[in-house]
């Protein structure tokens, strides 16, 4: 069974950065095409880059490019979502999520796994 841990939320102020951190356990992120997510209160989850199965690939939602950068450490067996240039409208529960297959998803119901989420803040 996968699991995976999300750390690295807090509390910034808009123009700030943080590094949000995945870590795996159960399978190795070279064979999981692993994604971020986020949920604003009130607002649907949305999708917000992955990193393919090689980690040949990685994909970022439009309104994340050039701030969002997803990488992945496969010693340590985690992926990092490294935010820059924070707005107040990042403000989310981040997730981050595995699936199987070797194809890059951006759609929620095509992962298979889930962690519980880390907090990101932005303040103005």
């Known amino acids: 069974q996968v699991q995976l841990v999300e750390s690295g939320g807090g509390l910034v102020q808009a123009g700030g950065s943080l590094r949000l951190s995945c870590a795996a356990s159960g399978r190795s992120v070279r064979t999981l095409t692993m994604g971020w997510f986020r949920q604003a209160p009130g607002k649907e989850r949305e999708f917000v880059g992955c990193i393919s199965w090689g980690g040949g690939m990685t994909k970022n939602a439009d309104s994340v490019k050039g701030r969002f950068t997803i990488s992945r450490d496969t010693d340590k067996n985690t992926v990092t979502l490294q935010i820059d240039s924070l707005k107040p409208e990042d403000t989310a529960v981040y997730y981050c999520?595995?699936?199987?297959?070797?194809?890059?998803?951006?759609?929620?119901?095509?992962?298979?796994?889930w962690g519980q989420g880390t907090q990101v803040t932005v303040s103005s």
């Open positions: 999520a595995g699936d199987t297959s070797a194809v890059v998803h951006t759609l929620g119901n095509q992962y298979d796994y």
